[in-house]
């Protein structure tokens, strides 16, 4: 096992799991600064407000890029299934 395949898994599992975690972070964000928003305009000064609009919109975008999501990952858990020969050093 080289230096360079330790940080091709490396890089792998940081762009893997920036991939799957980017759509609910992002979706998250947006309506947190959109609630925000609103907040300042009507000037609420509950904190508590934006926690239901985040969870419905989290839990939305789960259920449509879920199946995505899982893909991902199981193409990565199997590419790195198969290096394990390498990754124990007996594949060379």
């Known amino acids: 096992m080289t230096v360079n395949f330790v940080m091709d898994l490396a890089r792998q599992s940081l762009v893997t ?4 975690v980017a759509p ?6 947006v309506v947190g ?6 907040q300042a305009v009507m000037q609420l000064q509950e904190m508590t407000i934006t926690f239901v609009p985040k969870i419905i919109a989290i839990g939305l975008t789960l259920l449509v890029t879920g199946a995505w999501m899982i893909k991902q990952l199981m193409t990565y858990s199997v590419n790195l299934l198969g290096h394990f020969p390498e990754i124990l050093g ?3």
């Not at 609910?24 to 964000?29: A, C, D, I, R």
């Not at 600064?33 to 609103?38: A, H, K, M, N």
């Open 17 to 20: 799991t920036l991939l799957v």
């Open 24 to 29: 609910v972070m992002v979706v998250g964000f």
């Open 33 to 38: 600064i959109i609630v925000s928003l609103v």
């Open 90 to 92: 007996r594949g060379m």
